[in-house]
């Protein structure tokens, strides 16, 4: 077990005091490549129920695909050797060959075979002429105009898309409906995956009000509980789903040691500021280990992460801020990837987009800041966007207006109108 110390004494620049948001993904990347899902930790799946799972080995391609030569096209299969430059072809159609079945005569010289998409191609012919580029000659003839196209056209190569013994699909790959395609195209109609990540989530604050209870003065209801559980069945984790805690160190000890028991990562909302009612922190470092609780970020600059020591196996605890925003904005920054990560998904970077700003950003360096963006095209055909006005950090309908995060990142200062910024699509993202 790698100690959170010795994770961060590995980082350049680290200092939980204030940390910036890059250097917390490093931390929290080398904290997830430590509690990698162990190998014995995958099941058996049939394609079908595979989709978002995460593939548990390399996965090596028993066959060629496609596993004959064939032809791309409806048309006529014939010796590409005949062709030459400046000079039609006048060819006699001696059979037909259609796709699942092999053709089985011979060709002689001057000869073609009439051929379906997907058919095999005999040994000898390597070239299609398409039907529509052909003039039909009588009833047994085709004319092919000069210079109408190569030796080899139109010809699909035996292993183009796949060869037999070549890693088809890397482990950590994540199934996404062309990797289950591409099983499917090898004959495989199981695949190992590794185990889903448990992640279990509970809300915190006397405030709190679960919906369908009856509305009571200075109480919230509880939205956390619905945005962050559903970004993490997006994820496609198992998720363990618990009652809201009060603001009550006994009750949050409990529903922590209860919840690290059952998980492999726990992630609360609320109660991670340095206010009176915030108990978290002190919690995590009895229970465990507290790795930083302040980001500079905006919004999310309270933010736990620690390691609780409760169940038979460690957790990791993500301690989310509880403003609706900023808790959404946290789980998207640094907690998502972090559990990709967990699940055994090496999932590429997200790239950012390009886009102009419509209006000036003031922000000052010191901090990376996540505003709440809308991307369209412009009258001059360029990506642009707008902000969603108000960014305060429990204004949970902007991030229902937007459709990206505009990041400012930490050296940024103010952005003026029309100079570009970079922005995390939502669609990618969640
Ligand atoms: P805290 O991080 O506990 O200081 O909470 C900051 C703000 O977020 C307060 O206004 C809370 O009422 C609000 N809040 C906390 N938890 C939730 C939640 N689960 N759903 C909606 N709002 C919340
Ligand atoms: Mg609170």
């Not at 037999?164 to 289950?180: H, T």
């Not at 006397?206 to 962050?228: C, H």
């Not at 605890?317 to 998502?336: C, D, E, K, Q």
């Not at 902000?387 to 902007?398: E, K, M, P």
Request: charged share 20%; glycine share 10%; proline share 7%.
């Amino acid at each position: 077990m790698t100690t959170l110390p010795e994770i961060a004494a590995r980082l350049q620049g680290y200092d939980p005091e204030s940390l910036d948001v890059a250097t917390a993904q490093r931390f929290l990347s080398a904290l997830a490549a430590a509690h990698l899902p162990a190998p014995e930790g995958s099941e058996v799946l049939p394609l079908g129920q595979a989709l978002d799972r995460v593939l548990a080995d390399d996965l090596v391609s028993p066959i060629n695909v496609p596993a004959h030569d064939n032809s791309a096209m409806d048309g006529y299969a014939f010796a590409g050797g005949a062709l030459q430059p400046g000079r039609g072809l006048r060819l006699r159609v001696a059979g037909r060959a259609h796709a699942g079945a092999t053709w089985q005569g011979a060709l002689a010289s001057g000869e073609c075979l009439r051929i379906m998409t997907g058919a095999v191609m005999p040994p000898d012919l390597d070239t299609v002429v398409p039907q529509e580029l052909v003039t039909l000659d009588g009833d047994e003839h085709i004319a092919i105009a000069p210079d109408l196209l190569r030796a080899g056209a139109n010809r699909r190569l035996c292993g183009e898309d796949l060869q037999q013994g070549a890693v088809a699909l890397a482990r950590g790959e994540r199934l996404a409906p062309a990797a289950l395609g591409l099983l499917a195209s090898l004959g495989l109609a199981e695949v190992r995956v590794f185990r889903r990540l448990r992640v279990a989530y509970f809300s915190t604050g006397d405030e709190i009000l679960s919906p369908g209870e009856a509305p009571r003065t200075a109480a919230v209801y509880d939205s956390n509980r619905y945005t962050i559980c559903a970004l993490l069945r997006r994820l496609g984790v198992d998720v363990i789903e618990g009652a809201p805690v009060g603001d009550d160190p006994a009750l949050l000890e409990a529903a922590l040691r209860r919840a690290a028991s059952e998980a492999d990562a726990v992630i609360t909302s609320g109660g991670v500021s340095t206010g009176d009612a915030d108990h978290l922190r002190p919690l995590l470092q009895r229970l465990g280990e507290v790795a930083f609780w302040r980001i500079a970020m905006r919004p999310g600059r309270p933010l736990a992460v620690g390691r609780l020591d409760a169940g038979a196996r460690p957790a990791i605890l993500f301690g989310l801020p509880g403003n609706p925003v900023a808790a959404m904005v946290a789980f998207i920054a640094l907690v998502r990837p972090a559990l990709a990560q967990m699940m055994g998904w090496r999932a590429r970077p997200q790239p950012l987009l390009q886009a102009h700003s419509c209006e000036t950003l003031r922000k000052r360096p010191g901090r990376t800041e996540y505003q709440r963006g809308i991307v369209s095209t412009g009258p001059d055909g360029r990506l642009q966007v707008r902000t969603t006005g108000n960014q305060g950090s429990g204004v949970l309908s902007s991030m229902l207006q937007a459709n990206g995060l505009i990041v400012l990142h930490h050296d940024q200062g103010t952005v003026q109108a029309g100079e570009a910024v970079e922005v995390l699509m939502f669609d990618a993202a969640i």
